[in-house]
């Protein structure tokens, strides 16, 4: 699983997507920083899920999937729950997807 988020966030990020205050954002190595589990609610985040969504799929509690998302939320520095989103809808584009151009 390393190998393969390693190997994504690295492609992810060739084009430095640009952030809302319109300086690069280059975030491979905090994504990095997550856990296995973390990654896993980044990624159902990236896909539009609500909390409530994440929990029933992942079979978690509302309260552990909230912690998660602060959690994640605080390693890749997203001020709010908008900004963390559009992070990981746009790591979903460019770092699953391959469309770099």
Known sequence: ????LNKLSTQCFKRNP?????????????ILQL????FEV????????SIGEIARRLHLSIKTVQTHRANIK??????TYVQLV??????????ISGNNH
């Open 1 to 4: 699983m390393r190998k393969l």
């Open 18 to 30: 640009t952030s809302s205050n319109g300086r690069n954002s280059n975030r491979s190595g905090d």
């Open 35 to 38: 856990s296995d589990r973390e």
């Open 42 to 49: 980044f990624h159902l985040i990236g896909q539009g899920l």
């Open 74 to 79: 605080a390693k890749l520095d997203a001020k």
């Open 86 to 95: 559009s992070y990981a809808a746009t790591w979903l584009v460019y770092g």
